[in-house]
């Protein structure tokens, strides 16, 4: 089969796919019309405003109730299934005793005091949504490298992945124990992958000279009005493609190794980048995702300590 022969296969199972989508999508819908309000008003004159409804697109009915009260809901006519919730909280005070920045920041570890101050930090994701614990990049130091039909800081679920990023390195001190890395630092913002069809979370492949580079250049670029970013954080893998495969990218010589270096020397920045949180299971070989193999980038690996801070091992 010739390349474009197969790109034509792909392009049109690719729109059956999503027609497939789009007709479950209007079945649901309707379903969600058809039954969702009477079991919510149903659920709401026995219960009141103990039962939530979070989205009109959705079948799903949260509530907190007693035994009693879970008994008087299990009567409402439509009920289908209950499943017991779950507590969730942050782990950012974890992950920051983790790599130690705690005594950084206190300059207790044998270095510092640094807090990230007087440097320029460039995220390069999905793009943010404003939080009161996250400093907004000014104008001059945010940039959408796509063509995603909304603005750098508008919603379009770009809160997921890129304010989870964002958050690591500049959340702001508050009446919890959670804060940054770099929370004094300035924050370069620039979009460079978008959503896949509006879903938060799966973003599309993206081209690597197309948006990455050029992006990477503008934010370590110097001059009055130019960003000019110390230190890049670069949270997207690299995927194979037609065939080809991935690993090809991951040693010195590949160019998406060879781009980083030129930033790296050529600008002076720093280029963090983060490899790939595939386990031993799930990648048994063990490896890395572009553009971690750069000769001169620090290359940083998902892991899981079970949250425990006993230093003394150390």
Known sequence: ????????????????????????EEDYLE?????VPLVYAELQAALSEKVRRSSTRSKLLSMTATRDELEQALEVEGIERVCLGFD?????????KNVRADLVHAGTGGVGPYTGSGVKVMIADLGFKE?????????????????????????CCTAAHGNMVTGVVFCQPGEDDFVGVAYEATPVWAKVFRLNGGNCGSAEPFPWTEFCMPAFDWATSAGPTAPGAKVINFSARGDGYDGHDVNDDTNADSLTALNIDWVVHARGA???????????ESDPEGRVQPPSGASNCLSVGGYDDGDDDDRSAN
Not at 10 to 16: G, S
Not at 31 to 35: A, E, G, T, Y
Request: hydrophobic letters at 40%; glycine letters at 6%; one cysteine or more.
């Open 1 to 24: 089969m010739g390349l474009r022969t197969k790109r034509a296969t792909e392009a049109f199972l690719v729109e059956q796919q999503q027609a497939a989508y789009r007709a479950y």
């Open 31 to 35: 379903v969600v019309l058809d039954s």
């Open 88 to 96: 969730v909280a942050p782990s950012l005070e974890w992950s920051l």
């Open 131 to 155: 939080h009161d614990r996250l400093p907004t990049p000014t104008a001059a130091n945010r940039m959408d490298f796509t063509d995603a039909p909304c603005d750098i800081t508008e919603g």
């Open 270 to 280: 720093t280029f963090v980048h983060a490899c790939g949180n595939t386990g031993e």
